[in-house]
């Protein structure tokens, strides 16, 4: 549905809505004037420009999609114990990661890690989106490059990076449904996480076709 874009000479009329600066609102998003401006044009921000051409911004607007960054960035703590769980628990079936050595393993969790950093990034709208996808491609080259040199098969490569996405996945449907997300912003997040574990998958791939 088209948000409604108010009149700008009604705003200082307008009592259900608080109309905020560009700075402002990147204060209490916590997020950059680009990422702010692009979510005014993708009209998830309700905006209009005052006679001087400055854009202002509905700071309930603002106020709801801080409040949805905190369930996003929810999502990456849990789905990190969730993985941790399921790696290390007795009736853990993930073979790709049982024939690894301490060293091994220990060479891969930081990929891991910096890849659910990089997920809660995306989710909450902070950091560049071009830069941020440029380092997940090079995240699963470099995976797939340590996996191949370790002697990990494709498949087994394969399963790893469907492991990461099925923890991320299940995840954020439960954190999802615990907080009552709204359907749009459920699915949106799913989303992300699907697009980027494809990312991943490629990277990994690659990796493997350059050997």
């Known amino acids: 549905m088209r ?34 401006r692009r979510w005014a044009d993708e009209e998830k921000i309700r905006c209009f420009r005052t006679p001087g051409g400055h854009r202002r911004f509905a700071e309930n607007d603002l106020v709801a999609i801080t409040n949805g960054s905190v369930i996003f960035n929810e999502i990456g703590n849990a789905a990190v114990s ?9 009736s853990s079936d993930t073979p790709w990661y049982k024939d690894l050595d301490a060293d091994e393993r220990a060479a891969l969790r930081p990929l891991g890690r910096r890849l659910v950093e990089i997920v809660d990034n995306y989710l909450s709208g902070r950091g ?4 941020l996808d440029t380092e997940v491609d090079e995240i699963g080259i470099t995976y797939g490059q340590e996996l191949f040199g370790r002697g990990v098969g494709l498949a087994q490569a394969m399963q790893a990076v469907v492991f990461f996405r ?24 799913r989303e992300e996480i699907a697009g980027l574990a494809d ?12 050997n």
Request: hydrophobic residues 35%; charged residues 35%; glycine residues 4%.
């Open 128 to 131: 560049d989106r071009d830069q």
């Open 3 to 36: 948000l409604v874009i108010p009149d700008p000479k009604n705003f200082r009329t307008t009592e259900e809505t608080r109309w905020v600066s560009l700075a402002r609102a990147c204060t209490i998003l916590g997020v950059n004037e680009s990422t702010v």
């Open 82 to 90: 969730r993985i941790r769980r399921e790696l290390t628990g007795k």
């Open 166 to 189: 099925r923890s991320l996945d299940e995840t954020a449907k439960q954190l999802s449904a615990r907080h009552q997300l709204s359907e749009k912003d459920a699915s949106r997040a």
């Open 199 to 210: 990312r991943v998958l490629v990277g990994v791939s690659t990796a493997y076709d350059q």
